[in-house]
């Protein structure tokens, strides 16, 4: 059976995607309501490093059509600072918030910072914390020492997904499916964030999503510099979708 798809890049609101993807004179109020005729999901960097109000979720949620997803990326604060520990108060906050977002609200990421090492003794409790909301949590590891059977397993018993993503060789990019999703993330092939997919290398990745249509498939674009993001999640799409 096959599972919804949702595909796009890591934000909208990029300034220099003006000309790039956005007509020059389209205000940048409208982006959104733009960027929805050519995608039908968005991954929210910005709750990364802030938390809007519950208003601006719900405006987000009140302007785009109603197949439209949102993933959400996990406060830094929760994540970078805390480090999972001591996170119940903040946690109500983010979903007090995000639920502005109502049933668009598909996802959320969690980026662990690199020097973060494996912890299954934090990680366990914030997975029973995070469970209780209903909503898919996917989990970006960037140290090595995650990447065993032992996470695995752990993630498997909540649902919670492996984030796949491919930075290059930057961080690791283990091809471990842990749940009933697939949370795909391309960040770049060269350098971070402002280099471009080759066609080659994004039918790979279109291969490997293939082979997990069974499973709800979240693919953000997270290489934003000259609007490489736009180009590659559009190409992306077409080549699954073959």
Known sequence: MRRPIYIGTS??????????FYPEGLAQKNWLAYYVNFFNGVELNVTFYRLPQKEIFENWRKNTPKNFRFAAKGSRFITHIKRLKDVKAP?????KNASGLGEKMAAVLWQLPPAFKQDLKRLEPFLKLIKKTKIRQAFEFRNQTWFNEETYALLKEYNACLCIAH??????????TTSDFLYLRFHGVGALYSSNYSDKELKGWAEFAKKHRDKNLFAFFNNDARGFAVKNALRFRELFKR
């Open 91 to 95: 946690l109500n906050l983010f979903f």
């Open 167 to 176: 930075s290059g060789g930057r961080f690791p990019c283990i091809k471990e």
């Open 11 to 20: 934000g909208w609101n990029y300034p220099h995607w003006r000309g790039v």
